[in-house]
């Protein structure tokens, strides 16, 4: 067909031929790889054909388009809702075989929406209520992006489509108060109100009244049958004229247009069957083939994608001539600034001759008086510790509903909100968000954590009192198994800095891994400065390094992190006094020593010498470093409450301890 005809075709389509169109690849795509969920997208079909048709601000030929509306399906398990849209409104890549291969090995189709498998997923989701928490950051990154470089550069809406599982997860709390804390007006939430999950109706779980949860946090709500598209393209209209958040109840019928099971959760999770599809064929009057679209429906679903064009070409022009491009195209690539090396010297040599005695939390915030100065990209922001955190810099003004052009949020006691929101922003581009709680309570965030890892996002998290050595709070404050639980994941970088010096390196590594997010543990006590020598190049960066060679050919060679490197050094200088030459090793990274060469590691870990790791936590990750009669001294029980040079003492975390690890390991 020429576009001519095309047009004209596309225009005797109707919306509910368009949403069939959704309902059959959904259900045959799920037929075929006997797995996955047809209920959510067939329910929610008329509901994202309005969406799309009348609304999204989106242009297939240009995904990236940084004035696009932000699309979210946090419903993750109804991805072939996601992907059957893509493939209609024309995404490249996005072919009717990677519908065809839905769920399979390699597939752009998988079984949940995962970010950079496909143009067009802006977010991975699966792990209900993750979706609508990322979203809330993306709705803020567009406020402060609009208020950073003005609405002729930015100026969209983030829509959101939300199941009952998504608003049951506790996090959905923090995510829907934070957004109506922050009036983040411009961002719709369209509420899959089907009352049905995995275990059948709604009412055998929860008695909530979700319209009036989100009035009481200060949204706008509004109710529909989502099966009538004029009611929902009105609502979404009103909505986008509110001043507060919008949550639209979308009335629907799960798996609608299966005759037999629409209606029940056995349309939520499984293939319907050959027959149940036949019939639904039948009863939506959709006689053709699996996969097949039919040209007059797909016609009409191009032309939505089509139409975003030239709104993006405009917006591309208006860039072209800004005056503030260069910094706009800086940002969205995500490159540093010039100067941002330079800074962070500068500051390693003052710290190295001036030798402080500093909590690295303190170092942080010192780090951060700095980057901050250089980065304007940097959104801070603590869970309501940010005098224990030290995140905020003087320079650093608060974000606010009636001001967005600070770059500091009070993200309140919402650990869990604040990590997904991160992830928000650095999804939404041009921002560089760190946020700060007690590293004990990375527990609470570690799903958000996970996707951060999972996505590759370049988000910093802030963890301080990293250890006993936060003192009086006791055991339920003092991380013991967090380090190893976190080193457990991929593609995260744990970094827990000795001193100042080391602490600007890790931040510096912490900005320049663009694909990893990071863990900066953090003390609550003082530490000296070990790095009493500049370099300029970043000895963290390798991992581990030697930071005290042995007084003749050693024999010891002592491992430690953060806190625990300056009793490695007090243990060095009393093995020395016995005569035991003894090598002290930094070990601020192990993601990144592994990452050496084994030249490089054999070496740092000196061949031949006995090893003992200090480290105020639990001895897992530290093993394979030790060999076969290596020593840990660390925790194997939970902390206690007491002054925390007394809790070293107690646990016998110590100098002489491990000395005399050494001095009995040598024996043996
Ligand atoms: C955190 C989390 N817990 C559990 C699941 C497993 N799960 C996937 S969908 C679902 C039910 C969701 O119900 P709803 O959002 O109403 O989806 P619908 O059945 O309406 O499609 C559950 C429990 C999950 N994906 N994420
Ligand atoms: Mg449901």
């Known amino acids: 067909m020429d576009s001519g005809s095309m047009t004209m075709a596309a225009e005797t389509v109707n919306q509910t031929t368009m949403a069939n169109a959704i309902r059959a690849l959904s259900m045959d795509a799920v037929e075929q790889a006997n797995s996955g969920h047809p209920g959510m997208p067939m329910g929610m079909a008329d509901v994202a054909t309005v969406l799309f048709k009348d609304f999204l601000k989106f242009d297939p030929k240009w995904p990236q388009w940084p004035n696009r509306d932000r699309f979210v399906l946090s419903a993750g398990h109804g991805s072939m809702l996601l992907y059957s849209l893509l493939y209609l409104t024309g995404y490249e890549g996005m072919t009717i075989e990677e519908i065809r291969k839905f769920r399979q090995l390699g597939a752009k189709t998988a079984g949940h929406p995962e970010y950079g498998m496909a143009p067009g997923i802006e977010t991975t989701t699966g ?16 406020r402060l992006a609009a208020s950073q470089f003005g609405t002729d550069l930015v100026d969209h809406y983030t829509y959101v489509i939300a199941g009952d599982g998504c608003l049951m997860e506790g996090i959905s709390q923090e995510a829907i108060t934070l957004a109506g804390h922050l009036k983040l007006s411009k961002l719709i939430v369209l509420w899959d109100d089907n009352k049905i999950t995995i275990d059948g109706a709604t009412s055998l779980s929860t008695s909530d009244d979700e319209i ?15 099966h009538d598209p004029r009611e929902v393209h009105d609502a979404i209209a009103q909505a986008r004229q ?31 069957g050959a027959e149940e599809v036949a019939a639904t064929r039948q009863m939506l009057g959709w006689p053709h083939a699996p996969f097949e679209v039919p040209d007059d429906v797909l016609a009409a679903w191009r032309a939505v994608g089509a139409k975003g064009a030239k709104a993006s070409a405009a917006w591309h022009a208006v860039l072209a001539s800004h005056d503030k491009r260069a910094e706009f195209e800086r940002r969205q690539k995500g490159d540093l600034p010039a100067g941002f090396a330079e800074a962070v010297n500068a500051f390693k040599k003052q710290m190295s001759e001036e030798k402080p005695k500093k909590a690295t939390r303190q170092a942080s915030q010192a780090a951060l008086e700095v980057l901050n100065g250089v980065l304007p990209e940097t959104i801070g922001g603590s869970a309501d510790l940010t005098g224990s955190n030290n995140t905020k810099t003087v320079a650093l003004k608060p974000v606010s509903a009636e001001d967005f052009s600070g770059r500091y949020v009070y993200y309140g006691i919402r650990e869990h909100g604040m990590a997904a929101a991160m992830n928000g922003l650095a999804l939404y581009g041009g921002f560089l968000p760190y946020g700060g709680t007690f590293l004990v309570f990375t527990d609470y965030c570690r799903p958000a954590i996970r996707l951060s890892a999972l996505m590759k996002q370049r988000v910093v998290y802030v963890m301080t009192h990293d250890s006993i050595g936060l003192g009086e709070d006791g055991p339920t404050h003092q991380p013991v198994e967090h380090l190893a639980a976190l080193r457990a994941m991929p593609n995260l970088n744990v970094l827990r800095p000795a001193d100042m010096v080391e602490t600007m390196e890790c931040w510096a590594l912490a900005v320049e891994n663009r694909e990893t997010p990071s863990i900066l543990a953090l003390t609550r006590q003082g530490l000296p400065t070990v790095r009493t020598e500049h370099t300029d190049e970043s000895l963290s960066a390798r991992g581990a390094y030697e930071l005290r060679p042995a007084q003749g050919e050693a024999r010891v060679t002592l491992l430690a992190s953060g806190s625990e490197v300056e009793i490695a050094l007090d243990a060095q200088k009393l093995l020395q006094s016995d ?6 090793v930094s070990v601020p990274c192990m993601e990144l020593f592994e990452a050496q060469s084994a030249d490089y590691r054999r070496q740092v870990l000196g061949p031949g010498t006995l090893r003992v790791a200090v480290e105020a936590g639990v001895r897992q990750c530290w093993d394979r470093y030790l060999g076969d009669n290596g020593h840990f001294v660390g925790m194997k029980s939970f902390g206690e409450s007491a002054p925390y040079k007394e809790l070293y003492q107690h646990f016998g975390i110590t100098a002489e301890a491990v000395a005399s690890a050494a001095q009995s390991g040598l024996k043996a």
């Open 212 to 226: 009036k949860r989100f009035q009481a946090a200060g949204w706008n709500t509004l109710s529909v049958d989502g």
């Open 242 to 272: 509110s001043g507060k958040p919008t949550l639209i109840g979308c009335r629907t019928i799960i798996g609608f247009g299966a005759p037999n099971k629409q209606g029940t959760a056995a349309t939520h999770g499984a293939a319907l």
């Open 579 to 584: 005569g035991i030459a003894t090598r002290v």
């Open 127 to 142: 792990p209900l209520g993750q979706g609508i928490a990322t979203a809330v950051g993306m709705a803020l990154g567009e």
